[in-house]
């Protein structure tokens, strides 16, 4: 397995954790400052699944709102749009959603996503 960084800018980076070992293409590790959303996607073939290592999060998945901090585990369930706030920085992992999968945005949430960092920018 290696750990690859894939993406930094003022909300904080992305690394992906990649190896055959994992039994998924990659593992999304995303640190996120206090105020960010990051996501703004949906998944039409896989599950996808999410742990907050440290912080504490809004997860907008569908129409529902989880309010997640150190160690809880979601099952995003596949075709379920989400998005994430951080409401303190966090460390959160995600797995399960393809490469292809990731690409594919939602387009609502997206916008959502986007109004948030620029407010908070």
């Not at 290696?2 to 904080?12: A, P, S, T, V």
């Not at 997860?59 to 303190?88: F, M, R, S, W």
């Not at 959160?92 to 490469?99: C, L, P, Q, R, S």
């Amino acid at each position: 397995m290696r750990l690859k960084e894939i993406n930094q800018d003022y909300r904080g980076y992305i690394n992906i954790l990649e190896g055959d070992e994992l039994g998924c293409e990659e593992v999304n590790i995303s640190f996120t400052k206090k105020g960010f959303a990051r996501g703004g996607c949906v998944h039409n073939s896989n599950d996808e699944y999410l742990l907050v290592i440290s912080g504490e999060i809004n997860l907008i998945c569908g129409e529902a709102l989880y309010q997640l901090d150190d160690g809880c585990v979601v099952n995003i369930t596949k075709k379920t749009p989400h998005y994430y706030v951080a409401t303190k920085t966090s460390l959160v992992m995600e797995w399960g959603a393809t490469k292809e999968e990731k690409k594919e945005k939602h387009k609502e949430y997206r916008e959502i996503v986007d109004r948030i960092n620029r407010e908070t920018n």
